[in-house]
């Protein structure tokens, strides 16, 4: 949690207030308490970062606490991996933690509240519990067995914890108010009988609490200030209160519950029940899955912990719930990876290109500089011949004025390289392009409008690249009531390629992540060899499943204006100049001007602007201004758009941040 931040999320204004009101700041300790029955995801992110991040704020410890209750769901590997995921975000826990550490203790309380006659064993089937408890507008009835005496109850739950029944032949209950406004509160269940053997208790016992009567008496037990929940949780504040009123000793701090917004994924699913599902009908392979949202997914599929935590970061605390678009993600690796990502040439779908004036038996070894963002990368060699490999996307026998790619008689640069010319093909019997026939000049000085990247042919690396997209093709696949999440699932997830990569990259490792230049961000996957190299798409350097930039709106509005006119975008870009510098009177005064002259920009002027120096906030608030008008004048929401939008909104300029937050 950067401690930057200009303002306290409210959760930081709670911890604040109590601190003023006299809680030592030694007193503040804080837990992460997954479930161990499935694999942490996405949404678990934010919730790893609100507690660790207040840990690291605030200098106090947080504890790794699992919330095994439930043996028939639970399993070490789950712990382990949970573990290997927290870590690898870079947090430090202080103590790791379970609540089978506490069942002894919390079977000890619940002797008490029956001793105390506010717990009872309840022997009805479940079917006949759920009607008495009513509905949230109809309160519950009293069950027949309510107002069992202390000695019966206190005899059927020692047989219960003792083995002697069945499951679901008696549930221990808290005896609170079947008329309760909140349902959860109408005596909820604390224990139940599980015959199965727990992952670190073994057989030891037979009942099984329930989460809210282990959740809030863990808490107090660990001693933790502030117990911070996502809002699922929030009716259960009242429950996890109930619990603690029974309890607590007035020289030991009480726990306090508040809750927070999870974080939902737009094109993803975050129920590890259906994850589970996927893993087990094999629609994926693994937990582990690059199309998973999984962290060991993502981080499989070259995920950084920098660009998680920059993620979560970014979308902030809140005190509702909403669903974050998948394409802000992608933006948070995209700029992680390219200032960290050496650059590569590989080429993913191949046609030969064969340099007819290059001596056949030449090789040269060029220099490559491998991160342009990183002035400490250097550069490497990459060979040279006659004969190369470039993408067949970027040839054209003949094509318009907007292709800047290779065609015939045209003239494309070659990425640290020579510049060639198109002068004939050779086709197969069926018309495909077999050969590209080129020659070349060393003149590199030329200004020629398209570079290529390429492969020398005989020092190619083949490897496996395994192309991802979303596993989902609906924003929400799992907020259908008639439908199945299942249906969503977009056949073509994986597409798997035979690349042909520069020679350097035979000793990458797993893990290492690279840009493939021109085509995306690509990392090393375990199922790697030495003799068989795999690598996995990352990202795209763009959204591709933005949608296509629109026909300009106004792109003939102009020109039956006189000559002697400047134009809008023009004028627009001088007034952004200054914009920063302006008095606060004179900048509402500008944004006004800027949004009327808007209306005589058409977006092909517009978007060469996305681009603009960070350093120059003036041009790109008015970039933004522009931008909220033509969205408000139907203009969609392309690739490009987002892409500037999403910079702007972790932008440092507090007046471009708020701006772009309008749109």
């Known amino acids: 949690m950067s401690e930057e931040r ?16 006299g809680l030592s700041k030694k007193a503040l300790r804080f837990r992460f308490p997954p479930e161990p029955n499935g694999y942490l ?5 934010k919730a790893i970062g609100i507690s660790f991040g207040l840990g690291e704020y605030y200098n106090a410890p947080v504890n790794l606490r699992f919330d095994d209750t439930n043996p028939a769901k639970e399993e070490q590997e789950y712990v382990d991996a949970i573990k290997r995921d927290v870590a690898w975000l870079g947090y430090t826990w202080d103590q790791v933690l379970f609540s089978s550490d506490y069942f002894q203790q919390l079977y000890d309380w619940a002797i008490e509240l029956i001793k105390e006659g506010k717990a009872y064993v309840d022997s009805q089937s479940s079917e006949v519990m759920a009607e008495q408890k009513g509905t949230p507008t109809q309160p519950g009835v009293d069950g027949p067995y309510r107002n069992r005496s202390v000695e019966e109850n206190l005899d059927l739950f020692i047989r219960m914890k003792n083995g002697e029944f069945a499951e679901g032949e008696h549930i221990l209950r808290a005896k609170i108010d079947m008329q309760h406004p909140n349902m959860l509160m109408r005596d909820p269940i604390m224990y139940r009988v599980i015959k199965k053997s727990h992952h670190r208790t073994g057989n030891d016992w037979c009942v099984y609490p329930m989460y809210d009567w282990t959740h809030g008496q863990s808490d107090y037990i660990e001693q933790i200030s502030h117990s911070l929940c996502s809002l699922e949780f929030k009716p259960h504040r009242e429950l996890y209160d109930w619990f603690l009123d029974q309890l607590v000793e007035p020289d030991k701090l009480r726990p306090k519950q508040r809750e927070f917004a999870r974080l939902n994924l737009s094109y993803t699913i975050m129920s590890k029940r259906k994850l589970l599902q996927l893993v087990n009908d094999n629609i994926v392979n693994g937990w582990d899955d690059p199309r998973m949202p999984t962290i060991s997914g993502l981080r499989r599929r070259g995920y950084t912990p920098a660009a998680l935590r920059k993620f979560v970061e970014t979308v902030g605390v809140a005190k509702r719930d909403n669903v974050i678009d998948v394409s802000l993600l992608e933006f948070c690796i995209r700029e992680d990876l390219n200032k960290t990502a050496p650059r590569v040439m590989a080429v993913l779908d191949p046609v030969k290109i064969v340099i007819t004036n290059y001596p056949e038996d030449k090789i040269e070894w060029l220099d490559a500089e491998n991160n342009q963002e990183d002035e400490s990368a250097g550069y490497r060699k990459v060979p040279f011949s006659r004969e190369i490999y470039i993408e067949r996307a970027d040839f054209k026998e003949a094509a318009g004025k907007k292709f800047f790619r290779l065609t015939l008689d045209g003239e494309v640069r070659l990425k640290n390289a020579y ?10 019997e069926d018309g495909t392009i077999q050969e590209i026939h080129c020659t070349y000049s060393e003149d590199t000085e030329k200004k020629v409008k398209g570079t290529l990247h390429w492969v020398s042919i005989q020092h190619a690396l083949e490897a496996e690249v395994r192309e991802y997209d979303r596993l989902f093709m609906d924003e929400a696949p799992d907020s259908y009531e008639d439908k199945d999440f299942m249906e969503f699932l977009n056949p073509n997830s994986l597409k798997t390629i035979k690349a042909y990569l520069e020679p350097g ?16 961000y690509f990392c090393v996957d375990k199922d790697s060899t030495e003799d068989h190299l795999i690598f996995n798409k990352t990202v795209g350097l763009r959204d591709s499943w933005a949608k296509q930039k629109p026909q300009p709106q106004q792109a003939n509005k102009n020109q039956n204006q006189p000559q002697s006119k400047r134009k809008a975008i023009d004028v627009i870009k001088q007034l952004g100049k200054k914009y920063t510098n302006y008095p606060e009177d004179k900048q509402a005064k500008v944004k006004a001007e800027i949004q009327k002259l808007a209306e005589e920009v058409s977006y092909d002027e517009l978007e060469p602007l996305f681009n603009t120096a960070v350093k120059k906030a003036g ?4 970039v ?21 939008i999403n910079k702007a909104l972790v932008d440092n300029n507090q007046v471009l941040v708020t701006e772009a937050q309008a749109l």
């Not at 510049?419 to 197969?428: L, P, Q, R, T």
């Not at 990259?505 to 995306?520: H, N, P, T």
């Not at 041009?619 to 008015?622: D, H, K, L, S, Y």
């Open 505 to 520: 990259l035979k000793d990458a490792e797993v893990g290492d992540r690279y840009q493939f230049q021109r085509l995306g």
């Open 619 to 622: 041009t790109r608030i008015a």
């Open 624 to 644: 933004t201004l522009v931008l909220g008008v033509m969205l408000k004048k139907g203009q969609d929401k392309n690739e490009a758009i987002l892409d500037f």
């Open 41 to 45: 995801h996405i949404g678990h992110t």
């Open 419 to 428: 510049i060639i010319k198109g002068e004939s093909v050779v086709k197969s």
């Open 6 to 21: 200009k303002s306290l999320n409210f959760i930081e204004q709670i911890i604040e207030e109590d601190l003023a009101q």
